[in-house]
């Protein structure tokens, strides 16, 4: 079996620099298909793939949340939490600003500028997560604690 090369992400350098004990899982992106191809693809339930959401708040200060790959945001309790008035998707130019990721391949390591992180806390109940490693079509299975030891992440219950 030949092993596949994938050039290296700045995610993917954040993990070998931290020690991090994780595998790289590739399949066929599909444009607008998210984690839900992403599981389907590698036979796994899509709760335990992490979306990484790029949002900004009413002024204009971006944050990365994470959450199951089946579950959407409460962008009206997430405002509540962090106590802003409003909460918003970033449009994909200003995400890549952001991140230095293109939409569809965003990591929450390795990220161009460091932002405050946000965690679903059900997230937390998990093992090992399947989350982005900075390429479309690429994720990185990894132990949850190794997610929180690198991101230190602040857990949120805004899922619905």
Partial sequence: MTKEHFPATPAIRVLKDEKVDFALRP????DRGGTEVAARE?????HMAIKTIV???NQKKPFIILMHGDREVSTKELARILGVKSVHLCDPGTAQKHTGYMV????PF???KKLPIYIEE???????????????GLLAEMAT????????PQAVKVAR
């Fill in 42 to 46: 590698l036979g796994v339930d899509e």
């Fill in 110 to 112: 390795g990220v161009r």
């Fill in 145 to 152: 604690d190794d997610l929180l030891r690198i991101l230190s």
């Fill in 55 to 57: 949002m900004e708040d």
């Fill in 104 to 107: 569809g391949g965003t990591s």
């Fill in 122 to 136: 059900t997230l937390l109940g998990f093992q090992k997560i399947l989350i982005n490693a900075g390429r479309k």
């Fill in 27 to 30: 399949y066929n992106y599909e």
